[in-house]
């Protein structure tokens, strides 16, 4: 019974050491690993070291393209299409007639109106004479005075509506496509072609209502298109005068010279709106921007370390971005590798 009480404590005693042992080995095993990790080679990235400089503040919008002055054509009266006196796509005259709407019927109104005037004038007169000899009542002169306004009154309704079968352009400018031909019933309703202005074309596009306190009238605005690289200048000519409440924009209008015809209403337009100059600005790369859900943050060497920053910031460009707060001159602003980074993460930084 001895020996086999010895045995067992031996066992428990053999047992004990093992796990002592194995607890020792995991401890230096996880000793000689946060040494490595402390001793982690630093991650090689760019960066800028933060000087100020001037910038130009410039907001880069969308705008979209509207003629100067732009009418759909159609007929007042309803009847039959007469001529056609325009040609699809050319330049036409204030004043130029476009097409004619067959007034026969209404002539032929004004004739019999015409007549019933002059007989109603002429009852007028003779009533005024009788009235004079104090042979007929003021009211029965007064009877024959009205039926003589009300007959002239109906020839120059018809005279107006006569007027309405000639249309006429109200402005300057290029015809569009017809949707008519010689001999067409046309109604009010029928839409015959597009009157436009182009010499001169409109750009609207909105700004964030924070910068509308910077806006003036007449600014000079340049303008690009899609498909070419020409630059156009346009002046600020009207503001609205408030802010749409939906998306908390401005919205504001130009005008630009169109001589070469390049600019085509209802295309879009890039707009650089020129806002200010800030002196001693801190302008940084917008590579090195973090978005996060607080806002925007950077990295910055520190002693061989990266560290995370909160700034606030204003307008964008291409390339670059304007920070408001969060950065100091003399910074060193780390550029790349940034989505991977950490505070306190170890950085050897190439400064360009």
């Given at each position: 019974?001895?020996?086999?009480n010895l045995?067992y404590?031996?066992?428990?005693?053999?047992?004990?050491a093992?796990?002592?042992?194995r607890?020792?080995?995991n401890?230096?095993?996880s000793?000689?690993s946060?040494d490595?990790?402390d001793k982690k080679?630093?991650?090689a990235?760019n960066?800028?070291?933060i000087k100020?400089q001037?910038?130009d503040n410039?907001?880069s919008?969308?705008g979209?393209?509207?003629a100067?002055?732009?009418?759909?054509?159609r007929?007042?009266v309803?009847?039959i299409v007469?001529?056609i006196?325009?040609?699809?796509?050319s330049?036409?005259?204030?004043?130029?007639l476009l097409?004619?709407?067959?007034?026969?019927?209404?002539?032929?109104?004004?004739?019999?109106?015409?007549?019933k005037?002059?007989l109603?004038?002429?009852n007028?007169?003779?009533a005024?004479l009788l009235?004079?000899?104090e042979a007929?009542?003021q009211?029965e002169?007064?009877?024959?005075?009205a039926?003589y306004?009300s007959?002239k009154?109906?020839s120059q309704l018809?005279?107006?509506q006569i007027?309405k079968t000639?249309?006429?352009?109200?402005?300057s400018g290029k015809?569009?496509l017809r949707s008519?031909?010689?001999g067409?019933?046309?109604?009010?309703?029928?839409?015959?072609?597009k009157l436009v202005?182009?010499?001169?074309?409109k750009?609207?596009f909105s700004?964030?209502?924070?910068y509308a306190a910077?806006?003036?009238?007449?600014t000079?605005i340049?303008?690009?298109v899609s498909g070419?690289?020409?630059?156009?200048?346009?002046k600020i000519?009207?503001?609205?005068?408030e802010?749409?409440?939906?998306?908390?924009?401005?919205k504001?209008?130009?005008?630009?010279d169109?001589?070469?015809?390049?600019?085509f209403p209802g295309?879009f337009?890039?707009?650089k709106?020129p806002l200010?100059?800030?002196n001693?600005?801190?302008?940084?790369?917008t590579e090195?921007?973090v978005?996060?859900?607080?806002?925007?943050?950077?990295?910055?060497?520190?002693?061989g370390?990266?560290?995370?920053?909160?700034v606030?910031?204003?307008t964008?460009?291409d390339?670059?971005i304007?920070i408001?707060?969060?950065?100091?001159q003399?910074?060193?602003?780390?550029t790349?590798?940034?989505?991977s980074l950490?505070n306190d993460?170890?950085?050897?930084?190439?400064v360009k």
């Amino acid at each position: 019974m001895k020996i086999k009480n010895l045995v067992y404590a031996l066992l428990i005693i053999s047992f004990g050491a093992f796990v002592t042992y194995r607890i020792m080995e995991n401890k230096k095993k996880s000793e000689n690993s946060k040494d490595k990790s402390d001793k982690k080679s630093p991650i090689a990235v760019n960066g800028i070291v933060i000087k100020p400089q001037t910038f130009d503040n410039n907001l880069s919008l969308s705008g979209s393209i509207e003629a100067n002055e732009q009418v759909e054509i159609r007929s007042e009266v309803s009847g039959i299409v007469e001529s056609i006196n325009f040609k699809e796509g050319s330049n036409i005259n204030k004043g130029q007639l476009l097409f004619k709407v067959n007034d026969t019927e209404l002539r032929a109104q004004l004739s019999q109106t015409i007549t019933k005037e002059k007989l109603a004038g002429e009852n007028e007169r003779r009533a005024n004479l009788l009235l004079q000899k104090e042979a007929i009542s003021q009211e029965e002169y007064d009877i024959a005075k009205a039926e003589y306004a009300s007959a002239k009154a109906q020839s120059q309704l018809i005279k107006a509506q006569i007027a309405k079968t000639s249309v006429r352009a109200p402005f300057s400018g290029k015809i569009g496509l017809r949707s008519i031909s010689q001999g067409t019933y046309i109604t009010p309703t029928v839409l015959v072609t597009k009157l436009v202005n182009i010499e001169k074309v409109k750009i609207s596009f909105s700004i964030p209502e924070k910068y509308a306190a910077q806006i003036k009238m007449g600014t000079l605005i340049e303008i690009t298109v899609s498909g070419s690289t020409k630059k156009y200048t346009a002046k600020i000519y009207a503001i609205e005068p408030e802010v749409e409440v939906t998306t908390r924009t401005l919205k504001i209008r130009a005008i630009a010279d169109n001589i070469d015809g390049k600019l085509f209403p209802g295309t879009f337009a890039d707009v650089k709106l020129p806002l200010n100059i800030v002196n001693e600005a801190i302008v940084i790369p917008t590579e090195a921007i973090v978005p996060v859900q607080e806002g925007k943050k950077v990295f910055i060497s520190n002693m061989g370390k990266a560290k995370e920053i909160m700034v606030e910031t204003s307008t964008r460009t291409d390339a670059s971005i304007l920070i408001l707060s969060g950065l100091n001159q003399g910074d060193t602003l780390i550029t790349s590798g940034v989505m991977s980074l950490k505070n306190d993460t170890p950085v050897k930084v190439k400064v360009k």
